[in-house]
């Protein structure tokens, strides 16, 4: 199915994505033929379902560089990180009770932060340059001795910032502190892997990859060092007794189908949409009083993220929306009526955070489909203001 030759245009892939056919198609045996639970070692029908889902974990082990017994199946991104803030901070207590984070991270990190501190534990809360990045010497100042875990995401959801995992990764390993990643935007758009980069633990999700909804995993590292993680969920003593629950085969299968391909297409895909991407900014920049919303290159190629000024946010989104559907800051957050957290983090005024429109391209947007965007937009913003000086 091809979403662009339908309106609105889809332009919100940072908040899902449509499954991509051929993942579908993996899935598909799994529900009704061999629908077998993994865990039964008696009967065939428990080893097809069995053998499938260690296929999905090699599968995705090979992706990112890991070995297939580092990867803990999970619902999502939001368990992921959960699983790996509390279950780090619960296994290191005694160590330190210490925690960094990044002040644009995902509400999936920065509230799990915030129920660890109800308990007692510090968590430092970095800021970013104006560009959305971390600065460096700020982590390093405030690692401590008693610092368990710091995390810091690999590709911020709103503003497609890429953070220097690298650098970050070396400075943890330095300073023998984990280094945990959010990397539910990143897997399958940037390559990943976790020995080169000396990540420790990092959460991944299928959905933002066109594989289903209601599956991720958790990377936890197995040597050097090996980290230890309390559960969060008890029961059946699943994924070594990391996260029990049944194990659900369709998903596992549509998860890893769906970063093979990612990877498998990532440099074209990355020049296609940085090309359209560029295209669409190109003619929204012609536009006076229209700001770039996170670092000019460091961030993912389907990534657009702009501020308008001199218009109302609501009456911006509600006028294109006939044409196009997309988000302005988070969609996690949007049900609250309050600026985005990473704008703000910028250091972009309130009226300018309000007013920020959030392109995310994908797979089945087409240089058309992106022109046809643009004027629509341009239309819209110049007719808001218009009105503006009107009133
Ligand atoms: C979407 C997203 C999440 C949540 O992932 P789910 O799989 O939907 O739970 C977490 N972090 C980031 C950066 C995301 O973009």
């Not at 007692?120 to 690692?143: C, E, H, M, R």
């Not at 390993?173 to 399958?188: C, K, N, P």
């Amino acid at each position: 199915m091809n979403t662009d030759r339908h309106l609105p245009i889809y332009l919100d892939h940072h908040a899902t994505t449509p499954v991509d056919p051929r993942v579908l198609a993996a899935m598909l045996p799994y529900f009704t033929e061999h629908f077998g639970n993994p865990t039964s070692t008696t009967h065939q029908y428990g080893w097809a379902a069995e053998a499938a889902v260690a296929g999905a974990r090699e599968t995705l082990a090979a992706a990112i560089g890991a070995s297939a017994e580092e990867i803990v199946f999970t619902s999502g991104a939001t368990e992921a990180n959960n699983l790996a803030l509390k279950g780090i901070a619960e296994a290191y207590f005694s160590k330190g009770q210490h925690i960094i984070t990044l002040k644009t991270e995902h509400n999936a990190v920065l509230d799990p932060c915030q129920y660890l501190e109800l308990l007692g534990f510090t968590v430092t809360y970095l800021p970013v340059d104006a560009d959305g990045l971390l600065d460096l010497s700020q982590l390093k100042n405030a690692i401590r001795s008693d610092t368990i875990l710091v995390s810091i995401m690999a590709a911020n959801n709103e503003i497609g910032v890429l953070q220097p995992l690298a650098a970050i990764g070396e400075l943890c390993r330095e300073r023998a502190v984990l280094f945990h990643t959010d990397a539910a935007q990143a897997i399958g758009k940037i390559p990943l892997d976790v020995n080169l980069l000396n990540i420790d633990l990092m959460s991944m999700t299928a959905h933002k990859v066109y594989g289903p909804k209601g599956i991720g995993a958790l990377y936890v590292r197995r040597r050097n060092p090996r980290v230890k993680l309390s559960p969060q969920l008890h029961g059946g003593g699943h994924e070594r007794g990391m996260r029990s629950g049944t194990l659900y085969p369709p998903q596992i299968v549509g998860f890893a189908k769906a970063v093979e391909i990612a990877l498998a297409d990532l440099e074209m895909e990355t020049a296609r949409l940085t090309g359209l991407r560029d295209r669409l900014w190109s003619q929204l920049s012609q536009l006076d009083g229209i700001y770039l919303n996170g670092h000019p290159t460091q961030r993912l190629a389907g990534n657009l993220n702009i501020s308008v000024a001199g218009v109302d946010g609501n009456a911006l989104l509600l006028g294109l929306r006939p044409t196009v559907a997309l988000s302005s800051g988070a969609a996690c957050s949007s049900a609250k009526i309050a600026p985005s957290h990473v704008l703000q983090a910028l250091g972009r005024s309130e009226s300018l955070a309000y007013a920020a429109l959030r392109f995310g391209i994908g797979h089945n947007n087409t240089v058309g489909s992106i022109d046809l965007v643009a004027t629509a937009a341009i239309s819209t913003i110049q007719s808001l203001r218009k009105l503006a000086l009107r009133s």
